[in-house]
């Protein structure tokens, strides 16, 4: 269970153009998705929050306009890299807080990821 | 805010040796930690979670991590590697902020296992 999948796993686009990642959770309803970018050999750096229904959070640094995030259902969110610029290749992640089945405290409940997308602009 | 801090960007074992992957986490509250395994270009797998239950956690593929609140560290083992062991491994900490829990994840550590 608590499955996520993620499309696409690898795009290249050209400068300029837009580009739209899918998650989904296919098992379970996810009312917040999380949303991460990882370089080569780094840690992962947490973008923004993706809460069903409403505007996302975004991280200090983050461009909310540049990284379109939209998230229309409770197994459904998108993240469009908008006029994507070759400094914008790196792995995205997304993933979904596993649903609690004994009410516990959000914090203590893990993340399931999908398998992310490699992004590389030319 | 909460964090953790992974010691050993990198780790390098023989199969069949102990494994140990640490991360200390720098908490105001108990906190609840998470382990995390990466294989080349996927997303990334839960091995095991603390969440104030038993101090000694047990996971999947072999692995365990014990939480010790008198040195705030979480650290992962494995009795013996198996190749198949060779992955990048997260440590994680939930952090309450602004209404809602994040994941803030560790500079990871990549286990490389010799034959």
């Known amino acids: 269970g608590a499955v996520v999948s993620q499309h696409p796993s690898r795009v290249i686009c050209k400068s300029g153009t837009s580009v739209k990642i899918e998650c989904r959770s296919l098992d379970f309803q996810a009312t917040t998705m999380f949303w991460y970018r990882q370089f080569p050999k780094q840690s992962l750096m947490l973008m923004a929050t993706s809460n069903e229904g409403s505007k996302a959070t975004y991280e200090q640094g983050v461009e909310k306009d540049k990284f379109l995030i939209n998230h229309a259902s409770l197994t459904l969110s998108t993240l469009t890299v908008t006029s994507a610029h070759p400094e914008d290749s790196s792995f995205y992640i997304c993933?979904?807080?596993?649903?609690?089945?004994?009410?516990?405290?959000?914090?203590?409940?893990?993340?399931?990821f999908g398998n992310g997308t490699r992004l590389t602009v030319t | 805010a909460q964090s953790v801090t992974q010691l050993g960007s990198h780790v390098s074992v023989s199969e069949g040796a102990l494994v140990l992957l640490r991360c200390n986490y720098s908490?105001?509250?108990?906190?609840?930690l998470f382990w995390y395994v990466q294989y080349p270009n996927q997303g990334l797998q839960l091995l095991l979670k603390y969440t104030s239950a038993a101090t000694l956690v047990k996971g999947i593929n072999g692995f365990e991590a014990e939480f010790k609140k008198s040195e705030t560290s979480f650290h992962l083992t494995k009795p013996s590697a198996h190749m198949s062991d060779a992955a990048e491994y997260f440590c994680?900490?939930?952090?309450?902020?602004?209404?809602?829990?994040?994941?803030?994840f560790g500079t990871g550590t990549r286990l490389k296992v010799l034959a």
């Open positions: 908490s105001s509250v108990p906190p609840y």
């Open positions: 993933s979904a807080r596993a649903p609690s089945l004994t009410g516990a405290v959000k914090g203590r409940t893990a993340l399931h």
């Open positions: 994680a900490v939930s952090d309450y902020e602004q209404g809602t829990y994040k994941y803030i």
